[in-house]
């Protein structure tokens, strides 16, 4: 099943993908929280989390697999798998700083910027232009953004702050070399084999970091087998599903959304009370998830 099998020239209205997306959406949301339960290093952590997926994405790949045990097109995408592990290690391994550094609220808002540059990534890559409603609904959430995260100016944005727009930058990366990749390997081959990359390289970095390694609590195992097989083999297997079925636009637009339900998540489960710009911040977001919402 190949990624230009799925696509159609109704992608914009495909079901199954813009529900794979929503709820890839949703689970993804829940990273923030749990990373705050890891009791190992942040990078640690986040090479278990893509060191579990692998597992859990090899069963996912093998039932939905039709044809020969091996995709006669993998060899061919090797170096783009390559880039789309390496992608995601920034990603998740800066998002993970990001978090010890600043609030899940912070970091989450700020990593608004990815749909942003997945959107004009879209356009020159994928001559997916979207309607001018789309490029209005993404400024506007940039502004929601930025109000989330406390109108800070640049000069008082913090070392976490700098890590979330990093993890932002990698995302926007990553999604868009999936979405090449989609049109050749199908959503699990893709997410596992960028997975297996990447927690080779989050392996290294956390160890030359000097970073405790194996959790030692019940709780510890718990967040990273909940960040492993929910939040990437999950979370991020449905969104390489959306992304190969629905166009850059509209995934950008619904992870648009992901930023006020994480902030609800950390502010019922870890405290973090949200202040009246965070909560204004929220409301412009996704009054512009609505205004873009498709025709």
């Avoid at 990815?114 to 959430?141: D, K, M, N, S, Y």
């Avoid at 070399?177 to 989609?182: E, G, M, P």
């Amino acid at each position: 099943m190949s990624g230009q099998a799925e696509t159609s020239p109704r992608a914009a209205l495909d079901r199954v993908g813009l529900v794979a997306l929503l709820a890839g959406t949703a689970i993804i949301a829940w990273s923030g929280i749990l990373v705050r339960f890891l009791d190992v290093g942040p990078l640690a952590g986040a090479a278990w989390r893509m060191g579990l997926a692998v597992p859990a994405l090899a069963v996912w790949a093998r039932a939905t697999r039709k044809g020969p045990s091996a995709s006669p097109h993998l060899w061919a995408a090797a170096i783009p798998l390559v880039l789309a592990g390496l992608a995601f290690s920034v990603d998740v391994g800066s998002f993970h700083l990001a978090i010890f550094g600043t609030k899940v609220a912070n970091a989450t808002f700020i990593g608004n910027v990815a749909p942003i540059l997945t959107v004009i990534g879209g356009a020159l890559f994928f001559a997916e232009h979207p309607p001018w409603r789309v490029w209005l609904a993404l400024a506007v959430a940039l502004v929601g953004a930025w109000v989330m995260a406390g109108m800070a100016a640049p000069a008082a944005v913090g070392a976490g702050d700098a890590f979330a727009l990093l993890a932002a930058c990698a995302y926007a990366g990553y999604l868009l070399i999936i979405k090449r990749l989609r049109n050749t390997l199908d959503a699990p081959t893709a997410t596992l084999w960028s997975a297996a990359v990447s927690a080779i390289a989050l392996t290294v970095a956390a160890l030359m970091r000097g970073e405790t390694m194996i959790p030692s609590t019940l709780v510890g195992w718990a967040a990273v087998v909940l960040l492993g097989f929910g939040s990437h083999a999950m979370g991020q297997g449905l969104t390489s599903l959306a992304i190969g079925r629905t166009p850059v636009g509209v995934v950008a637009l619904v992870l648009l959304a992901q930023p006020p339900f994480s902030a609800l998540l950390a502010w019922g489960v870890l405290g973090e009370a949200m202040t009246a710009l965070q909560m204004a911040g929220g409301a412009i977001i996704l009054a512009a998830v609505l205004m873009s919402r498709p025709a």
